[in-house]
């Protein structure tokens, strides 16, 4: 693959999950995530982010990733109303700095593993934040660990079976 292409839709893919995640949230509220669960609508993209983080890390580089945390907590920032941009952009920041010093050491481990292990800590981290910060409540934590835990199992096969694909054609 193209990483002249490549890193930069993993940077802008991982950036514009950010204000998604806010609209998402504003626009629908809780929505249903399975077994039961709701959660707040913006759970799928804050899922999709910590994958994209650990893409971006890969084909874009450590510096790049930085950058592409900052432009994402200053984007919800100023996205959002004041209480869910608060909520939102301390949890982004926390929990995917969370994500990246879980993944940093690990990468070497393999990709699959990586992403798993800091995908959990930076889940649970953004959750735990986002949903004391912006509702004072842990009420929707069972949906936003489930939802989010969703998306990077669909990522993760997503990546694996493209691997598998490009290891057989290789």
């Not at 039961?36 to 983080?53: D, E, F, H, S």
Request: avoid cysteine; hydrophobic fraction near 60%; proline fraction near 4%.
């Amino acid at each position: 693959m193209n990483r002249a292409f490549t890193a930069p839709a993993a940077l802008v893919g991982y950036i514009a999950t950010i204000p998604a995640a806010n609209i998402a949230v504003e626009h629908f509220g809780a929505v249903p995530v399975g077994f039961g669960y709701l959660a707040p609508a913006g759970v799928y993209m804050v899922g999709l982010a910590l994958v994209l983080r650990d893409v971006a890390r890969e084909v874009a580089g450590i510096s790049a990733v930085l950058f592409a945390i900052a432009a994402g907590t200053v984007l919800s920032w100023f996205l959002a109303t004041p209480l869910l941009a608060m909520a939102s952009s301390t949890a982004f920041l926390l929990s995917e700095l969370l994500d990246f010093a879980v993944y940093e050491p690990l990468r070497r481990r393999g990709l699959l593993t990586a992403m798993l292990a800091s995908n959990a800590v930076g889940m649970l981290a953004d959750s735990l934040l986002f949903l004391w910060l912006a509702f004072h409540s842990f009420q929707y934590l069972p949906g936003q660990l489930l939802g989010k835990a969703w998306m990077t199992l669909a990522a993760v096969a997503v990546i694996a079976a493209w691997r598998q694909r490009r290891a057989v054609t290789a």
